[in-house]
């Protein structure tokens, strides 16, 4: 699957297990494009769950501006 397909994945999600999976089904590409993602957004966001910092970070301008391109591109 793909970076993109990966995170379609996981909004579906509702344990560990289930996150687990998605990463796992994504080409390792699609992988360590998440990945890359994932952490930025971690490092952007250090409050879990905030959906508006999430939003900001991956958005134009955004910190994770380049992961985001990336994900797209695997």
């Known amino acids: 699957d793909t ?3 990966i995170v379609n994945c ?3 999600c509702q344990d560990q297990a289930c996150f687990q999976a998605c990463v796992t089904a994504g080409t390792q590409a ?3 494009a998440f990945m890359g993602l994932y952490n ?3 490092e952007a ?3 879990q769950g905030d ?7 991956q ?7 380049a992961e ?3 994900c797209t591109a695997n």
Do not use: H, K, L
């Open 3 to 5: 970076c993109v397909g």
């Open 45 to 47: 966001c250090p409050t």
């Open 40 to 42: 930025c957004i971690i």
């Open 30 to 32: 699609a992988q360590q």
């Open 51 to 57: 959906a508006a910092c999430q939003q900001a970070a």
């Open 10 to 12: 996981q909004n579906t």
């Open 59 to 65: 958005g134009p301008g955004g910190a994770c501006e």
């Open 68 to 70: 985001v391109q990336a």
